[in-house]
């Protein structure tokens, strides 16, 4: 092969990549958010308290946009930090054909595919870590939050607490081994390697999802692990460094309208 026909042959094959690497772009940036059409994903997971819904609960025409979704073929489910109990009367409302995963990848769920509820830990020392806690920071309440009571693989507190001091005393405790997590509407104390994440690899793999076809949708720290692993993310808060760094876009608008605005880019 002579050199100007192996020139003209890289040539050729760099203006393919570059068109390619172009046509990315313009497909997946909307409106100044950088989103992918809904021929390239298969499911969607959200968040749901700071997410999908905020203190006032859902605005109006949520559940109506999420319904389209799913007449679109693309299914969604919910990740959250919430108790199973919490959840499914939110996957009802919404109608949805996915999973759950509770208690920030502590429980699995997938009714849908007749799957019954599988913990993936044990609260049990979590909570004897939050008595501890409490004995060495007394602000604390180490009965915690309502839906402990629903709790099996973590326990929370509500706060305000300083959770860089409750992660310092932990770590030279016998509860080493244990993490918190604040998430804006509670402090959760987990076991390490239990997290959104690790529930999702497991939920997807049984349904036969590329993670590489996921968007996943949250607003703080216990979300950037699922972020990590899907192919497309987008937070609807970027206030905290941690999670702005670990998306693809922020919306412009915060919390459930935030979703709106993903949900209506994505029908477009």
């Known amino acids: 092969m002579n050199l100007s026909v192996s020139m003209k042959m890289r040539t050729g094959t760099y203006n393919f990549k570059l068109r390619a690497v172009r046509?990315?772009?313009?497909?997946?940036?909307?409106?100044?958010?950088?989103?992918?059409?809904?021929?390239?994903?298969?499911?969607?997971?959200?968040?749901?308290d700071g997410t999908l819904m905020d203190r006032s609960g859902m605005p109006e025409g949520l559940i109506g946009l999420v319904k389209e979704i799913e007449k679109n073929g693309v299914s969604v489910s919910l990740a959250s930090g919430r108790t199973l109990p919490n959840l499914t009367p939110v996957h009802q409302a919404l109608g949805l054909s996915g999973f759950i995963v509770a208690e920030n990848g502590g429980i699995l769920w997938d009714g849908p595919q007749k799957r019954g509820i599988e913990p993936m830990a044990n609260g049990?020392?979590?909570?004897?870590?939050?008595?501890?806690?409490?004995?060495?920071?007394?602000?604390?309440d180490p009965e915690g939050i309502e839906s402990n009571r629903w709790r099996e693989t973590e326990w929370c507190v509500s706060g305000p607490y300083d959770v860089d001091r409750m992660r310092t005393l932990l770590a030279d405790a016998e509860w080493s081994d244990l993490r918190v997590v604040g998430t804006g509407f509670a402090i959760h104390v987990t076991e390490r390697g239990v997290n959104k994440r690790s529930a999702l690899e497991i939920q997807l793999s049984r349904r036969g999802i590329d993670p590489s076809r996921v968007l996943s949708c949250g607003d703080a720290l216990n979300d950037v692990s699922m972020f990590n692993l899907t192919g497309y993310s987008v937070a609807v808060d970027g206030e905290l460094d941690e999670v702005r760094n670990a998306v693809d876009s922020v919306t412009k608008k915060k919390g459930p309208l935030g979703v709106i605005e993903i949900l209506e880019l994505l029908l477009k």
């Open 124 to 140: 049990e020392r979590c909570r004897d870590a939050i008595e501890w806690l409490a004995s060495e920071m007394r602000e604390i």
């Open 23 to 48: 046509d990315i772009q313009a497909r997946y940036m909307k409106d100044g958010i950088k989103i992918p059409n809904l021929t390239d994903i298969d499911m969607i997971v959200f968040d749901v």
